[in-house]
């Protein structure tokens, strides 16, 4: 993290009463968890990256929660049956006697040691844990503290001077965590893993600068930039609570930007809120900082986080249900500028259990004040984003080319979803490929911008490119934290792009995601544009078995699959077309495994 924690307290305000109710250092809507079960209350063990000094929470109102049945209580069951007493004759005494009393003595007293005691000796039996992370030891050498400047759960964040060193002179921000609160060897490998984030992620111009690492016997001490500017929620605050538009889109932009560079290195922040974006300086115009990596993780292209983590308020739904990517930090982005448009939250509720059921189950409402007012197009990029569904939400590149963003001056940086929908595409049946190239020949003028953007930075060589255009664009936009997520293994999957080349045309078709497309309020025009296209060229008579076979479905799904050819000629109808083009879903999958 950059600043491990946020203010204790902001201007008192009716804004603070919604904006900074539960998310601010003062609430309690920080959850940190990895436990096997939403019931549970067992927590992934923190380094004290949170930048919040809320306490963790566990699940136990979670509406996860299992409860006891009716009628059965937490107390302890009622006594059992006295125990029956039976009298035999004794025997003679044994000399053995005295010597069996003793050793059944000490098996009893083994037997009945106190549980504290045992879990002690287990303790003592178990290597220590290894605390050395081998940083530099000389930080009392090359740095003066100053005053705290903010406190987290695990640490605290303070000002210092540089006494030496290229930094002579200049003051930074030192987080420091202490060793003694590192319990687990998932705590320790937590620190490990922040420090080589904030690293390799330092470079970007909205990214917190890392300067250096220090350790001694008490703690670990991690060297940054100081941003003097304040957070994101207090410059809300100061405006009344929300910004206007054109305002808004400097903020948007500004994180869009940061968001883009980290999920294309790989890495999903999991804590993105108003807390954790710095200004620099105090200046209206300063340029913002993202901080606070304590949470964030390394996440390979197609793999699915489970670990529950994040702030209530922004965290989002597949996070909840334990299966999710970068796109849970894009429904966080959608949370801020709904905050930034309109200054209240869109899913509230007055404990953690009820913030998440609003934010499974509460629909978005951009109808109350001051919405009206409120530009559409602004709008349908908040719907955008706040789409429950993951797989119909904007990524932060697609975000920047948006309509509502469009008049600004902004680059449109490389997406990582490119890679992975032309992985889909050359290992695509002819079939579907049919179908894709059909609906790029239906896009708007805003969908190909955005290709037309994401074409240009693999630089195509004679209006073509090949796998080895993928390869350097790569490599171009590269840092350390790519090779820990191991990014670049996605173009082994690419292979078949070795042997061919792809014109605009076929990116396009190549690069499109039918499910964003959906999320559309056009949509239903697209998608009978592109089945005009599809019937020119792409359609053809097929069977139930080998559109069963297409779609990886069963026998069991032969009867909703007979709907979707027509039986005038054979070929897939408009309904058919259109469900076609989602390919496999978890629905087929199930029908699937159930044969």
Same mark, same amino acid.
């Given at each position: ?8 307290s902001?201007?008192a305000?009716?804004l ?11 609430g309690k809507?920080?959850?940190?968890h ?8 067992v927590?992934?063990a923190?380094?004290?990256a949170?930048?919040s000094d809320t ?15 009716e ?6 069951s009622?006594a059992?049956?006295?125990?029956r007493?039976?009298k035999w004759?004794?025997?003679p005494p044994?000399?053995?006697?005295p010597?069996?009393s ?7 007293t083994k037997k009945?040691?106190?549980?504290a005691i045992q ?16 940083f ?5 050498a090359?740095?003066?503290?100053g005053?705290?400047?903010?406190r987290g ?7 210092a001077?540089?006494?030496k060193?290229?930094l002579?002179?200049?003051f ?6 202490s060793?003694s609160?590192?319990t687990?060897?998932?705590s ?11 690293k ?5 111009q ?12 008490l703690?670990v ?7 003097q500017?304040g957070?994101l929620l ?7 609570g929300?910004y206007?538009?054109?305002d808004a889109?400097s903020?948007?932009?500004?994180i869009?930007?940061a968001?883009?560079?980290?999920h294309?290195?790989?890495v999903?922040?999991?804590d993105l809120?108003p807390?954790n974006?710095?200004?620099s300086?105090k ?19 197609d793999q699915r986080?489970?670990?529950?983590v ?9 996070v909840?249900?334990r299966?999710?990517n ?5 429904w966080s982005i959608g949370v801020i ?7 209240s939250?869109?899913?509230y509720?007055?404990?953690?259990s ?9 629909d978005l409402?951009?109808n109350?004040?001051?919405w009206?007012?409120?530009s559409?197009?602004a ?8 789409n429950?569904?993951h797989?119909?939400?904007?990524t $932060?590149s697609?975000a ?5 963003? +469009? !008049?600004?001056?902004h680059?449109?940086? %490389? #997406?990582? *979803?490119?890679?992975k929908?032309v992985?889909l595409?050359?290992?695509?049946t002819?079939l579907?490929?049919a179908?894709?190239?059909?609906l790029s ?5 805003d969908?190909l911008?955005?290709?037309?953007a994401?074409f ?7 209006g073509?490119?090949?796998?080895d255009?993928?390869?350097? $664009?790569?490599v ?5 934290s790519m +090779? !820990?997520s191991?990014?670049?293994?996605? %173009? #082994?999957? *690419?292979k ?10 076929e990116?396009?078709a190549?690069a499109?995601?039918p ?5 559309l309020?056009e949509w ?10 599809f019937e020119l060229?792409?359609n053809?008579v097929?069977?139930?078995?080998a559109?069963a076979?297409?779609m ?6 032969y009867?909703?699959?007979?709907d ?5 000629d ?7 077309y ?9 629905y087929?999958?199930?029908?699937r495994?159930?044969q």
């Amino acid at each position: 993290m950059g600043h491990c924690c946020s203010k204790g307290s902001v201007a008192a305000s009716a804004l603070k009463d919604d904006v900074n109710h539960g998310s601010t250092a003062a609430g309690k809507n920080h959850i940190q968890h990895k436990p096997p079960s939403l019931g549970g209350s067992v927590g992934k063990a923190s380094n004290g990256a949170s930048s919040s000094d809320t306490p963790l929470h566990s699940y136990t109102g979670s509406p996860g929660q299992i409860p006891y049945p009716e009628g059965v209580g937490a107390t302890p069951s009622p006594a059992g049956t006295p125990r029956r007493t039976f009298k035999w004759p004794f025997p003679p005494p044994s000399p053995a006697k005295p010597i069996m009393s003793a050793i059944r003595k000490r098996r009893e007293t083994k037997k009945e040691k106190p549980a504290a005691i045992q879990e002690d000796d287990r303790k003592e039996r178990e290597p220590p844990l290894d605390k050395h992370f081998g940083f530099p030891r000389n930080f009392r050498a090359k740095y003066e503290l100053g005053k705290e400047i903010g406190r987290g759960h695990f640490g605290h964040t303070c000002r210092a001077k540089c006494k030496k060193g290229a930094l002579k002179d200049q003051f930074v921000a030192v987080k420091i965590i202490s060793k003694s609160k590192m319990t687990t060897a998932i705590s320790i490998e937590d620190v490990r893993r922040e420090v080589t984030l904030l690293k390799g992620l330092s470079g970007h111009q909205h990214m917190v600068q890392f300067y250096d690492a220090f350790e001694d016997d008490l703690n670990v001490y991690i060297v940054m930039e100081l941003c003097q500017g304040g957070e994101l929620l207090d410059r809300i605050l100061s405006r009344g609570g929300r910004y206007t538009e054109h305002d808004a889109k400097s903020i948007v932009m500004q994180i869009l930007n940061a968001a883009s560079f980290i999920h294309l290195q790989g890495v999903v922040h999991r804590d993105l809120k108003p807390e954790n974006f710095l200004f620099s300086t105090k200046d209206e115009d300063s340029p913002m900082k993202v901080i606070d990596f304590g949470l964030s993780d390394f996440v390979r292209p197609d793999q699915r986080l489970t670990d529950i983590v994040g702030s209530a308020y922004y965290v989002a739904p597949e996070v909840l249900h334990r299966s999710y990517n970068v796109e849970a930090d894009m429904w966080s982005i959608g949370v801020i500028t709904y905050i930034l448009l309109c200054g209240s939250r869109p899913f509230y509720g007055r404990t953690e259990s009820g913030i998440f059921r609003s934010v499974v189950r509460a629909d978005l409402n951009l109808n109350g004040t001051p919405w009206p007012s409120v530009s559409l197009e602004a709008k349908d990029f908040v719907k955008r984003l706040l789409n429950k569904d993951h797989r119909k939400r904007m990524t $932060a590149s697609q975000a920047l080319t948006h309509p509502w963003l +469009k !008049e600004e001056k902004h680059g449109v940086p %490389l #997406d990582i *979803m490119v890679y992975k929908l032309v992985k889909l595409y050359v290992r695509a049946t002819p079939l579907r490929r049919a179908a894709l190239k059909a609906l790029s020949k239906a896009l708007s003028k805003d969908e190909l911008r955005y290709l037309s953007a994401q074409f240009d930075l693999l630089e195509p060589k004679d209006g073509c490119v090949s796998l080895d255009n993928f390869k350097t $664009a790569l490599v171009k936009h590269s840092t350390a934290s790519m +090779k !820990e997520s191991r990014g670049f293994d996605i %173009l #082994d999957k *690419m292979k078949p792009l070795s042997y061919t080349q792809m014109t605009f045309e076929e990116f396009s078709a190549a690069a499109i995601s039918p499910y964003q497309l959906e999320a559309l309020e056009e949509w239903e025009t697209i998608a009978k544009s592109a089945f005009q296209y599809f019937e020119l060229e792409g359609n053809r008579v097929i069977s139930i078995d080998a559109l069963a076979q297409e779609m990886n479905v069963g026998e069991s799904g032969y009867l909703i699959l007979k709907d979707w050819i027509r039986s005038s000629d054979g070929k897939l109808s408009f309904l058919g077309y259109t469900k076609f083009l989602h390919g496999l879903s978890i629905y087929s999958s199930n029908m699937r495994q159930q044969q």
